[in-house]
């Protein structure tokens, strides 16, 4: 929609046509391409863990693939992929999304099949798939989309999903029921958002203010109190920048280091397979 929105405005100058766009990182790439961003490249540029070169767009922040637990009902929390495949998880484990449609869930099954191949990018797609069919034929998958209220309520007492929703489920639940959040460190794979100025900007210098703000330590503290990890977060972390009480509610840092970003390739491949794949491999119906 925000692409489209550039598209549609180009030669209109009035409120619907953006300035700034915060979209998914595939559309970074392919929004350059029809020459639809303007490079500015901010103050803090250098410092920023994913970009295009020439700062036609950055990534503003992202999050890794967590674990949310309700430990009223989850005795021994699991604490990375394999774990979600033991006897004690029957019918416990959800993703937040349908993986035949939703990015989140997607990207979920490459994580898990990342973990099950030893790493190997070519070969998580299809492991993932394996998986996930596993933990079906086991019982311990329910066919439920994950959310706070699911989670609660004991229908999904573990969900699948971004860590910065499921760190503010935490505090939106306030411990009824207790949450735990864990980031399963043989596969911590992380998902990113993108900001870019349009090339038909109405007002192009309050886009660059914009973007020299949220990419600022104020505005990058900002996301991290959300938290979701801002792009310049190893250079604020390596600065000793970081609140010691805002590090304190996430988990350990050391797992964030670990975080792998797919390219692009690799999440078109795994879209692929996973989307057209699931119902023949895994056979359940996500809803």
């Known amino acids: 929609d ?31 391409a029809e020459g639809l961003l303007l490079p500015y ?18 990534g503003d922040y992202y999050g890794v693939l967590a674990f949310e637990v309700n430990k009223d009902l989850v005795e ?3 604490q990375d992929w394999a774990d979600l495949l033991k006897d004690e998880y029957n019918g416990q484990v959800a993703l937040a999304g349908d993986p035949r449609a939703a990015n989140q869930a997607i990207i979920s099954v490459y994580a898990a099949g990342l973990a099950a191949s030893g790493g190997d990018a070519a070969k998580a797609p299809e492991a993932g798939l394996e998986f996930f069919k596993q933990l079906n034929e086991k019982g311990n998958f329910v ?22 929703n499921a760190l503010a489920d935490r505090d939106t639940l306030a411990g009824n029921p207790p949450v735990e959040v864990v980031v399963p460190p043989s596969a911590v794979v992380a998902g990113v958002y993108a900001q870019a100025i349009s090339a038909y900007a109405p007002h192009p210098n309050a886009g660059k203010l914009w973007l020299e703000y949220i990419y ?31 590090l304190a509610k996430l988990p350990p840092a050391d797992l964030y280091a670990k975080a792998v970003f797919p390219t692009l390739e690799q999440q078109d491949n ?13 056979g359940a119906n996500v809803q």
């Open 2 to 32: 925000e692409i489209e929105a550039i598209k549609a405005n180009k030669d209109n100058k009035g409120p619907q046509a953006p300035d700034v766009i915060d979209v998914g990182l595939a559309f970074g790439p392919s929004a350059t």
């Open 41 to 58: 490249k901010v103050s803090t540029f250098d410092g920023i863990e994913v970009k295009d070169p020439d700062g036609h767009w950055y």
């Open 76 to 78: 021994n929390v699991p």
């Open 143 to 164: 066919p439920v989309i994950g959310k706070a209220a699911s989670l609660a309520q004991g229908t999904t007492p573990i969900v699948i999903r971004w860590d910065y």
């Open 216 to 246: 600022s330590d104020e505005g990058q503290l900002g996301f991290l109190n959300g938290y979701c990890h801002p792009a310049r977060f190893s250079e604020l972390a390596a600065n000793g920048k970081i609140p010691a009480d805002v």
């Open 270 to 282: 795994n879209k692929q397979i996973v989307t057209t794949q699931w119902d023949s491999v895994v």
